[in-house]
């Protein structure tokens, strides 16, 4: 008997699949012996959804543009699918422990229903909304890479002047909470699921099995994210906090800023960003998404040849989207999917204006040249 050995499969730059996957359990265990298990767990949650989002093509702008333009509903009836399998479980066990979670409730106000167009708008220009850019940014893609840093500056920016905006006027913040808040949110998201399919085109109903797959896997992972963090699943704060601490480290001081004077926020800011609950699954979705693209032989640094227009409007729709988002409380994370699924009416007005955002968006993209 011969003894055959079979090489591992080699990826670009010489790494080999063993590798990759053996770099990020390191990362998880690592991050758990020095900061605590709970840390570790939220890294390997943010992972989980970076190799969720980008190994099984799911999203929130591409498909929202998909049923703009083409009528194509999958998409956007996966994620309802998702936010209301999390609902099921996340609002009576966020009701039934009150003081150990917290849903993702928000007041609505001008500035969210503003925010949220906006929003809207340039998350089809970079075509990636808060997760969207940070999965496009690990899998190499150009227009993402260059947006992202902005849209943590305009995070940042958007906390800075929050107060400000939120003055303007806002409503109390309306929560749908027991078995009756279930029932509202579940019949709600089946009324938008059918209206949906109504305006589908033909042939388009049918949902792909990867997509079915990948609603239940992030459902899954954000029950997990809010049992094992306390909160729902965001992305925004990180963001706006990465950008904080580079101006701190400056020497600047904050202590202007009504929010990110508050206790909390200075806590934040003192501490490592390994310990901020966002900022560790906003980079495991940066390195779940870089492991599938490595793993497809697919990362490339090469740069499309676009206008400068383009490039220029990347900046602006990046630094817009992380000041917008952070006016409206959220993103498709933060606001629509986990807004919706812990019963905050804040949530369905934000996926309302978004929606309306995302028409005028894609005639923005066009005339920048993003499309090609």
């Known amino acids: 008997m011969s003894d055959i050995s079979v090489p591992a499969p080699r990826l670009p730059g010489g790494l080999t699949r063993a590798t990759l996957i053996g770099v990020a359990l390191l990362a998880v265990l690592s991050l758990s012996a020095a900061a605590g298990l709970r840390y570790g767990l939220l890294l390997a949650i943010g992972l989980g959804f970076g190799l969720v989002l980008e190994g099984l093509r799911f999203g929130f702008a591409g498909p929202w543009r998909a049923m703009i333009l083409r009528r194509d509903p999958a998409g956007l009836i996966a994620q309802l699918v998702s936010i209301g399998l999390v609902a099921i479980i996340a609002i009576p066990l966020i009701a039934a422990n009150g003081t150990e979670l917290i849903g993702a409730h928000a007041p609505v106000g001008w500035a969210m229903?503003?925010?949220?167009?906006?929003?809207?708008?340039?998350?089809?220009?970079?075509?990636?909304?808060?997760?969207?850019?940070?999965?496009?940014?690990?899998?190499?893609?150009?227009?993402?890479?260059?947006?992202?840093?902005?849209?943590?500056?305009?995070?940042?920016a958007g906390a800075y002047h929050l107060l400000w905006w939120t003055n303007l006027g806002t409503a109390p913040i309306v929560a749908l909470s027991g078995t009756q808040g279930l029932v509202i949110t579940l019949v709600a998201l089946a009324a938008v699921a059918g209206l949906v399919l109504f305006l589908a085109a033909p042939g388009t109903r049918r949902l792909p099995r990867r997509l079915w797959l990948a609603a239940v896997l992030l459902a899954a992972l954000a029950l997990a994210n809010l049992v094992?963090?306390?909160?729902?699943?965001?992305?925004?704060?990180?963001?706006?906090?990465?950008?904080a601490k580079g101006v701190t480290a400056f020497g600047v001081d904050l202590s202007g800023s009504g929010f990110w004077a508050l206790p909390t926020n200075q806590t934040r800011l003192a501490e490592s960003v390994l310990t901020d609950v966002t900022s560790l699954t906003n980079i495991g979705i940066i390195g779940g998404a870089f492991i599938v693209a490595v793993w497809r032989s697919g990362l490339s640094a090469r740069l499309p040849g676009l206008p400068a227009r383009a490039w220029i409007g990347t900046i602006i729709a990046g630094f817009l989207l992380g000041y917008a988002s952070r006016l409206a409380f959220g993103c498709n994370v933060g606001a629509f999917f986990s807004g919706i699924s812990t019963g905050s009416l804040h949530g369905w007005v934000w996926f309302a204006a978004a929606f309306a955002g995302s028409f005028q968006g894609i005639r923005i993209r066009r005339a920048l040249g993003l499309d090609g």
Do not use: D, E, K
């Not at 999965?135 to 260059?146: C, D, M, Q, Y």
């Not at 094992?228 to 950008?243: D, H």
């Open 228 to 243: 094992v963090a306390g909160q729902p699943w965001g992305v925004v704060y990180g963001l706006g906090l990465w950008a």
């Open 113 to 156: 229903i503003g925010g949220a167009f906006v929003f809207g708008a340039c998350m089809q220009i970079v075509l990636g909304c808060g997760s969207g850019t940070l999965v496009n940014a690990g899998s190499g893609n150009a227009v993402s890479a260059l947006a992202l840093p902005f849209f943590a500056i305009g995070s940042f």
